[in-house]
C-alpha cells in the first residue's frame, strides 16, 4: 500500500471501525462498524469508495423505500446561543 494522506501527507495509516454519520437533507443515518484507514498523524479517515456506497443505499433504502433500521435513537437538538 503506497498510499499518502491528502492533508498532512504521511503515509502511515491504520485499519479502523468508527461510527459514520451520513447527512443529506437534514436526514440522518448513524451506521457503526464502518472500516476506513486512519491517518496516524492528522487523523485524517479514508474509506474505501464501496463502503460509502453501500452507507448511501442504506440511506436509501431506509428514507427512499421505508426498510425499518435496525434501532432508532432520538438525538437532542439546541440552537446555539452567545452568552
Ligand atoms: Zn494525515
Known sequence: MNKVCNFCGNMN???????????????????????????????EQYFEANVLKKIEKDYNDIYLTGKKAKSEITVPLEEFVEL
Open 13 to 43: 495509516f491504520t485499519e479502523k471501525k468508527i461510527q459514520y454519520i451520513y447527512k443529506h437533507d437534514n436526514n440522518y443515518l448513524i451506521v457503526n462498524n464502518v472500516p476506513c484507514d486512519q491517518c496516524e498523524y492528522c487523523g
